[in-house]
């Protein structure tokens, strides 16, 4: 279970390399500064991109959490 | 000017080789750096409204060919144990198959319903997805006019055709270029 509460939900199961990036970066785009996306994956992948991503575009990655083979990422939007 | 700026000179128009280029050009776009990617010789198939449509995977001259059938075909009862049996005995067929008549058709069959198995996007998704990301998709001149491409002739939202000179100063005038040929 994630301690934080996401303000909007992706889910891109299912999905592969390179869309749950890209539809990460969308998702984010409809989101105030400072609010949470919480983004679930089945690309094995998505577990280093994601990172990789929010480093680059200097969105917070909070949290990540695996359960199930799925990865669930927690992105604060930068402000 | 862009501080970063990534292009990717697709040169190839062959199913596998058109989807490297187009997610590495996605994903670098929507990382925030400034993406090109120039279309040349039959890379411009990529880009061609009818071509980009049916681009195919040729298994002659190929030596990474023996390619495993799609994980949906192989979960179909009977068919599915065919496949395993023909794949024991082959594994993967020998490059002499790819002389066949119709065998291109049918790796490129075997290979779009893989990808649409692992939810890969397809050549015009992926297109589209570049669009999205603001990725400037610029057309060779010379190799237009080589094969008698018309502007019409290529999808919409392309930058001006452009030669060598026009691409590569393009390029490197940013402070940090990068180039990747595929």
Redesign the interface.
């Known amino acids: 279970m994630a301690s934080v509460t996401a303000d909007k939900t992706l889910d891109t199961s299912g999905l592969n390399c390179p869309l749950p990036v890209l539809k990460t970066k969308k998702a984010l785009e409809e989101l105030q500064p400072g609010q949470v996306l919480e983004v679930i994956s089945t690309d094995p992948g998505s577990k280093a991109d994601i990172p990789a991503f929010c480093q680059r575009t200097g969105h917070e990655l909070l949290e990540t959490v695996e359960e199930g083979g799925k990865y669930i990422f927690y992105i604060r939007k930068k402000g | 000017m862009a501080s970063e700026r990534l292009a990717i000179i697709a040169s190839k128009g062959t199913l596998d080789m058109a989807l490297p280029p187009l ?1 590495l050009a ?2 670098a776009a ?3 750096i400034e993406t090109a990617i120039f279309f040349t010789f039959y890379g411009l198939n990529i880009i061609h409204k009818e071509k980009m449509k049916k681009l195919k995977l040729a298994p002659l001259g190929n030596p990474a060919m023996p390619m495993s059938f799609p994980p949906s075909l192989k979960k179909t009862p009977v068919v599915g144990q065919l496949a395993g049996l023909m794949e024991a005995i082959f594994p993967g067929p020998p490059q002499i198959m790819g002389v066949i008549p119709g065998m291109t058709d049918f790796m490129t069959a075997m290979m779009n319903k893989t990808m649409k198995d ?4 397809d050549v015009p998704q992926l297109i589209e ?1 570049c669009k ?2 603001e990725v400037k998709l610029i057309p060779c001149q010379m190799t237009m006019e080589f094969f008698g491409y018309k502007q019409e002739d290529l999808i919409d939202g392309l930058e001006p055709p452009a030669g060598a000179a026009t691409f590569i100063q393009y390029v490197l005038e940013a402070e940090k270029p990068m180039i990747i040929f595929v």
Not at chain 2, 118 to 121: C, L, N, P, V
Request: proline share 0%.
């Open positions: 997610i996605s994903t929507s990382l925030g692992h939810g890969i996007a997805l999205e990301a």
